[in-house]
């Protein structure tokens, strides 16, 4: 659920065949809500006071934009992720990495029934630089889009200030593990990372490291549980220890996940406190699939061919398990891997 930051790929592929669209804009505040329009080739973006508004040809689409401000901010903190993000039913990015699609409807199974479904293309970088103008604008002074409901302010009402010091946190990539010399560091209150209340009981002391002489540069260890239980973000997986290709990607989670994502490849979840209840959906089609219900020590694999979203109430600590490989998506759409992790 969390991307390596070195994703090197052999030239995106286009199954659509859609030509790169440039065309991009930024339109002055308006006078009466105080936020800036943004376009981004056909498709047009504003906000009022409750939602935000997505426009392309005929189409007109609605979101509270609490949810969609949610959405577009691990849109744009993850790079687009793997696969495609769903903000809702019927907007949504899938990634080629270097290049997006943008679409709507197009993983709506009424839509493309009705032909009404649009998609456009970008180049990946091109289509970010609007998002994060966007996420930034559209963001009020006091609201947190990757905080939990229960400790941000709101979204609503008029343009007041902003919090761009939230909208632009950069996720943690280690490069070989959280805690090593010069990788990402672990955190404590003195690097602003105090313990979460829903994790008070949670043990914060440190494992000992006795390696042999020579090797102390070589073994190393932190407490999992101790780092997530001071994570100020929820639904941000962050990859934390990286063997070649193999990335964990540990996250804490309250309320919602704010997308429901569109797997592109198999997807592991270990639950390591409290649950969470996954909804999965068909792909492409989003049809309910199947409900799983994780409590501690709970291991599931989500399929290649899904769609997920997850509720948690109490704040739970979720470890993402992601191959990286960027063959992935190739070999499963040519058929030469399986949707699944195993057969029985
Ligand atoms: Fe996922």
């Not at 992720?81 to 699609?101: A, C, K, M, P, Q």
């Not at 932190?222 to 239980?229: D, I, M, T, V």
């Not at 309910?288 to 994780?294: F, G, I, K, L, W």
């Amino acid at each position: 659920m969390a991307m390596s930051e070195d994703t090197t790929q052999s030239g995106p592929v286009n199954p659509r065949g859609l030509p790169i669209r440039r065309e991009f804009g930024i339109l002055p505040a308006d006078n009466f809500t105080g936020y800036r329009s943004f376009k981004a080739g056909s498709f047009a973006f504003s906000r009022d006071g409750y939602f935000a508004h997505i426009r392309s040809g005929e189409i007109s689409h609605q979101m509270p934009v609490d949810a969609f401000l949610r959405a577009l901010m691990r849109d744009v903190a993850w790079g687009f992720f793997y696969g495609t993000v769903n903000f809702d039913g019927v907007l949504g990015t899938t990634n080629f990495y270097g290049e997006v699609e943008l679409f709507l409807g197009a993983m709506n199974e009424s839509f493309r029934a009705a032909k009404r479904d649009h998609t456009e293309r970008f180049k990946a970088d091109e289509l970010m630089a609007v998002f994060k103008e966007m996420i930034s604008d559209w963001t009020n002074h006091g609201y947190d889009p990757f905080a939990a409901p229960m400790e941000t302010g709101i979204a609503w009402g008029h343009k007041h200030g902003d919090n761009d010091r939230a909208v632009t946190r950069k996720r943690v990539t280690a490069k070989r593990m959280v805690g090593l010399p010069g990788d990402t560091p672990v955190r404590s209150d003195a690097n602003g990372y105090p313990v979460n209340r829903m994790f008070a009981d949670v043990e914060q002391t440190q494992p000992l490291v006795f390696a042999e002489p020579g090797f102390e540069h070589e073994v190393s260890a932190f407490n999992l549980f101790a780092y997530l239980s001071r994570s100020d973000v929820t639904w941000n997986p962050s990859v934390c220890s990286v063997v070649r290709e193999s990335l964990f990607c540990p996250t804490s989670e309250e309320f919602i996940l704010p997308v429901e994502h569109g797997n592109d490849r198999c997807e592991w979840f270990l639950q390591l406190s409290d649950e969470i209840i996954w909804k999965t959906k068909d792909r492409d089609t989003g049809r309910d699939r199947a409900t799983v219900v994780q409590r501690a020590g709970d291991i599931s694999c989500m399929p290649a061919d899904i769609r997920h979203t997850g509720y948690s109430t109490k704040r739970s600590m979720l470890l993402v398990w992601e191959n990286g490989s960027p063959k992935i998506p190739d070999l499963i759409r040519d058929g030469k891997a399986p949707v699944v992790a195993v057969e029985f």
